[in-house]
């Protein structure tokens, strides 16, 4: 299994452009979600799906989409960048039921100029 | 919703002495406390986590206590190597039938093991 992966690894946007962040999983997973770690801090979940065709927002969703059309990908949209968006994006998936632990992808490093 | 707050922000030992990390949390309902180890550049892998029916923890050199009438949670690492060093993030989670399942994460330790 490949686990969580995320494309790109590294992405730099100029003000008020617009990308997708991608994110998919292979461990037939129901839970997924997007985290933001800012340089120093912790990680705060952004959007998260608890199915396909299922999302809903977390702690710090403003100007972010997501969509959840299959089990495996959980793409993140970023509309009209803006230079507070600059931070490590990590994707991550569980698993409902018993197993607990949340699997992170490698990450993806967002800066906006 | 749930407030995790992680102290000392930095910490450093000397190889060989021990580590502790302290975390409070805030919702009483939180049954899930998870125990991240974050590389440089790396992403978060989980190194030890404890439930709520149970007070203590433990894996060879790490061990997890959570007392849940003061609502907090310690990490502690003994024999620390140089590669121990690492931020280190606390997380707690609300798990129910339904919901989100999402962790709340402290704002990470960072330990550095002096040889």
């Known amino acids: 299994n490949a686990g969580v992966t995320q494309t790109p690894k590294f992405r730099i946007l100029k003000i008020g452009q617009s990308m997708t962040l991608q994110c998919a999983q292979d461990?037939?997973?129901?839970?997924m979600y997007w985290y933001r770690q800012d340089p120093g801090m912790g990680l705060k979940l952004i959007y998260y799906?608890?199915?396909?065709?299922?999302?809903d927002k977390g702690e710090v969703p403003n100007g972010y989409n997501v969509s959840r059309s299959t089990t495996e990908d959980f793409p993140l949209r970023l509309e009209l960048a803006a230079p507070s968006q600059t931070s490590v994006y990590f994707c991550?998936?569980?698993?409902?039921?018993?197993?607990?632990?949340?699997?992170f992808g490698p990450g993806t490093r967002l800066t906006v100029t | 919703g749930e407030n995790v707050e992680q102290h000392p922000s930095t910490l450093s030992v000397q190889e060989g002495d021990s580590a502790v990390i302290k975390c409070t949390y805030s919702?009483?309902?939180?049954?899930?406390f998870p125990w991240y180890k974050q590389e440089l550049g790396k992403r978060p892998q989980l190194i030890i986590d404890?439930?709520?029916?149970?007070g203590e923890k433990k894996d060879q050199r790490i061990a997890v206590t959570l007392n849940k009438t003061a609502k907090h949670f310690s990490l502690h690492i003994t024999e620390t190597q140089p590669e121990d060093s690492a931020v280190y993030f606390c997380?707690?989670?609300?798990?129910?039938?339904?919901?989100?399942?999402?962790?709340?994460f402290g704002s990470g330790t960072r330990l550095q093991v002096q040889p």
């Open positions: 404890i439930r709520s029916n149970v």
């Open positions: 991550a998936s569980s698993y409902q039921g018993l197993t607990y632990e949340q699997y």
């Open positions: 997380a707690a989670r609300k798990d129910m039938d339904t919901g989100r399942r999402a962790l709340t």
């Open positions: 461990m037939n997973h129901n839970y």
């Open positions: 919702d009483s309902a939180s049954n899930y």
């Open positions: 799906s608890v199915g396909a065709g299922i999302t």
